[in-house]
C-alpha cells in the first residue's frame, strides 16, 4: 500500500487549483479553482459545454492540464500507486468491450490493479447486476451499463468517487437508486464529485454545489449556501378569497405584493409567520401559505445566463 | 505481469482470438496445397530448364534445404498478416470500445501499459506460430515425401528458418501494435495494416524493378526498406544469390518493430484521452 493512504493529508480532499486547458482557439478550463470535501456530495454544474468533462478527465491524468494542478488527497493522480485503492471514476456508460460480459470486463480491470478476482463477483452485487454478470455488454440496458460502470468504480473499495453525469439515461427507479447510493457512500465518510446537468436531481442529492460556465468557476458553496444567495428568494406563495383585504393589511406592513395569472399572491419583504398573524388579525381566510423555495434551476440559469456553452 | 495478466485476459474474453484462428486454418490448408505444387514441381525440373541468367538463384531455392524451409514455414503469408492484426485490435480495440478511459484509470503509467500490450501481443504470436509449426511438422513430412524431397529435419539451416519464422510472427505482431497506436481508428489501421502488408510486398517489387531496370541493380537492395520484403528475405531458407543477405533482413525488420513500439510508446504517453 502506498504511504499516501496512511498519510494525513490524504483525507480524501480534491483541490483543484488555477487549473486551465487550452485547445487550438477554445480555453475550455479557464484558472478554475475550488475544492471538494469529503463526507459530501458535491455537484459539479455548468452547462454544456462549460468544461465538466475536461476538468474530470484532467483531474484523472486522462488530460493533461495546461496550467494549474489538480490534486486528490494531496497527490496528482498519476502519482498514486495504487489508484484504484483511492480513487473510483465512472467516466462514460458505455465503456466497455460489447463482446465481453459484464463480470469479464471487471476481471480485467481487478488483473490489471492486482486485485483478487472475487472482487469483481463482489462489486456487481454491491450494484445488484450478479444476474447479468455472465452477458455480454452490448446486451445491456443504459441503466445496466451505468450500473456496471459503477461497479467498475467500486473495486477498490475507493475513498473518493467521481462520476460524470451518472443518472443520464436511468429511469426513476435507477435514478432513486443512484441516488440512495451516492449518499450511503457520502456517509460512510467518503468523498462524492457527481456532474451533472439534471438540476432538479442535483437539488435531491447534492450537499455542495460547483458551478462553472464558459470554464470559469461562478459560485461554489453548500446548496442551502447558494440557493439563498440568490435574489428570488424570500417570497411567499398565498391563496385567500379576500385578496383584496389581505392586500391592503401587508402593505400597511411595508411588503411588497404580487398577483400572478392565477390570482395569487406573491409576497415579499413578510415571511410567512407575520402574513399569518398579520391574516388573522383581519379575519382573513387563508387557503395556502407557502414560502417560495427557490429551486437550484433557476438560480443555475440566473447565475450562468449569458454565458453561452457554445463557444 | 499483472498488467500482461489483464491484457491477455481482455484478448481471451473477446471473440476475436478464435475467429483469427478459424480464419488461419483455412488459410495453412490453401498455403500448404500451393507450396505442395510448388515442392513438387521444383524437385523434378533439371537447371537446364530455366535461363542462364536464373540458374544461380534456381539452384539456392532447389536445394533440399531450402524446399523443406518452405513448407516447414509453411501459413506463413498469411499468418504474419493475422498477427499483425491482432496487434492493431490489441490496440485500437480499447479505442473502438472506449475501454481505454478505463485502462489508464486503473494504470495511470502508460508506458507500463503499452509495453505489456506489447508482450501479450507477442505471446498471442508466439501461440500462432507455435500452433502452425507444429501442424507443419506433422504435415509437411507427407508433402515431402510425396515429392522425394528429403526430409531435413537434421538440417541446421531448417531449423534456423523455423526459428526466423518465430522472430518474423514476433516482429509483425509489435509492428501491428505500432500501427494501431498511430491509427486509433479500427478501420483505417487495419486497412493500413492489409496494404503495407500485400501491397507494400507486390507495389514495392513493381516499383523496384522499373527502377533497377533504368538506374541499375543497386536499386533492387532497396527491397530491404520495405518491411513485408525484409521479412521475406529474413525467413528464406539460405541464402539466394543476388540478394542482400538474411541477417540485413532481418535486422531491417527489427529496427521497425523498435520504432513501431517506441513511437507508439512515446505518442500515447502524451495523448490527452477524452
Redo the contacts between chains.
Keep these: 500500500m502506498s504511504d499516501g493512504q496512511r498519510s494525513p493529508t490524504s483525507n480524501g480532499q480534491i483541490v483543484v487549483s488555477g487549473l486551465t486547458k487550452q485547445y487550438k482557439s477554445v480555453r475550455a478550463v479557464d484558472n478554475l479553482s475550488f475544492t471538494v470535501a469529503p463526507g459530501r456530495v458535491t455537484g459539479f454544474l455548468g452547462p454544456n459545454g462549460a468544461g465538466k468533462t475536461t476538468t474530470l478527465r484532467m483531474l484523472l491524468n486522462l488530460v493533461t492540464p495546461s496550467g494549474g494542478s489538480a490534486t486528490i488527497g494531496g497527490h496528482r493522480y498519476a502519482d498514486l500507486t495504487d489508484p484504484l485503492r483511492h480513487v473510483g471514476a465512472v467516466l462514460e456508460a458505455s465503456s466497455a468491450h460489447k463482446g465481453r460480459t459484464g463480470i469479464n470486463h471487471l476481471r480485467v480491470i481487478c488483473a490489471a490493479a492486482g486485485l483478487p478476482k472475487q472482487r469483481a463477483e463482489e462489486a456487481l452485487a454491491l450494484v445488484g447486476l450478479t444476474p447479468a454478470a455472465k452477458r455480454k455488454f452490448k446486451g445491456y440496458s443504459l441503466g445496466m451499463k451505468q450500473r456496471l460502470g459503477i461497479a467498475a468504480a467500486m473495486l477498490g473499495d475507493p475513498r473518493v468517487l467521481i462520476l460524470d453525469e451518472p443518472a443520464n439515461g436511468l429511469d426513476p427507479e435507477g435514478i432513486r437508486w443512484m441516488r440512495g447510493f451516492l449518499k450511503g457512500l457520502a456517509h460512510e465518510g467518503r468523498t462524492v464529485l457527481v456532474s451533472s446537468h439534471l438540476l432538479s436531481e442535483m437539488q435531491l442529492l447534492a450537499d455542495d454545489v460547483v458551478i462553472i460556465a464558459a470554464g470559469k468557476l461562478v459560485r461554489q458553496g453548500p446548496v442551502d449556501q447558494v440557493l439563498g444567495s440568490m435574489a428570488q428568494s424570500g417570497r411567499v406563495r398565498v391563496r385567500t378569497p379576500q385578496a383584496e383585504e389581505l392586500v391592503a393589511v401587508l402593505r400597511e406592513q411595508s411588503a411588497t405584493v404580487e398577483t400572478d395569472e392565477h390570482g395569487v399572491l406573491l409576497v415579499s419583504g413578510a415571511d410567512a409567520s407575520t402574513i399569518g398573524r398579520a391574516a388573522l388579525a383581519a379575519k382573513v381566510e387563508l387557503h395556502e401559505l407557502t414560502p417560495e423555495r427557490p429551486d437550484l434551476e433557476r438560480v443555475f440559469l440566473e447565475l450562468t445566463a449569458g454565458k453561452a456553452g457554445i463557444r | 505481469m499483472?498488467?500482461v495478466?489483464?491484457e491477455l485476459?481482455?484478448i481471451r474474453?473477446?471473440?476475436?482470438w478464435w475467429v483469427f484462428g478459424l480464419i488461419s486454418l483455412p488459410l495453412w490448408v490453401l498455403t500448404l496445397l500451393f507450396n505442395w505444387l510448388q515442392t513438387d514441381a521444383m524437385s523434378g525440373l533439371e537447371s537446364g530448364d530455366v535461363p542462364a541468367d536464373q540458374a544461380a538463384q534456381f539452384e539456392a531455392l532447389q536445394q533440399a534445404d531450402s524446399l523443406a524451409a518452405n513448407i516447414y514455414t509453411n501459413g506463413q503469408f498469411f499468418g504474419l498478416l493475422i498477427v499483425m492484426l491482432l496487434g492493431i485490435i490489441v490496440v485500437t480495440?480499447e479505442f473502438f470500445?472506449?475501454?481505454v478511459?478505463?485502462?489508464?484509470?486503473?494504470?495511470?503509467?502508460r508506458t507500463a501499459v503499452m509495453t505489456a500490450k506489447l508482450i501479450a501481443a507477442a505471446i498471442l504470436a508466439m501461440v500462432f506460430w507455435l500452433v502452425t509449426t507444429a501442424l507443419n511438422l506433422v504435415f509437411g513430412p507427407l508433402v515431402l515425401n510425396a515429392s522425394d524431397v528429403p526430409l531435413q529435419l537434421d538440417s541446421g539451416g531448417v531449423w534456423r528458418a523455423i526459428g526466423l519464422n518465430a522472430l518474423a510472427y514476433l516482429l509483425w505482431s509489435v509492428l501491428g501494435v505500432g500501427i494501431g497506436v498511430l491509427i486509433r481508428s479500427q478501420i483505417g489501421a487495419t486497412v493500413t495494416g492489409i496494404l503495407l502488408y500485400l501491397g507494400g510486398s507486390i507495389g514495392a517489387v513493381a516499383v523496384l524493378s522499373i527502377l533497377a531496370s533504368r538506374y541499375g541493380d543497386w536499386i533492387n537492395n532497396l527491397q530491404l526498406v520495405v518491411p513485408s520484403l525484409a521479412s521475406s528475405l529474413m525467413v528464406s531458407g539460405t541464402e539466394i544469390p543476388g540478394s542482400p543477405p538474411q541477417w540485413a533482413g532481418a535486422a531491417v525488420l527489427i529496427g521497425y518493430a523498435v520504432v513501431a513500439g517506441v513511437i507508439g510508446t512515446l505518442t500515447i504517453r502524451?495523448r490527452?484521452?477524452?
Excluded at chain 2, 13 to 16: G, I, L, R
Aim: charged share 15%; no cysteine; hydrophobic share 20%.
Design positions: 499483472n498488467l495478466r489483464s485476459l481482455k474474453s473477446t471473440n476475436t480495440s470500445h472506449q475501454t478511459t478505463t485502462t489508464f484509470l486503473t494504470v495511470p503509467h502524451r490527452d484521452i477524452s
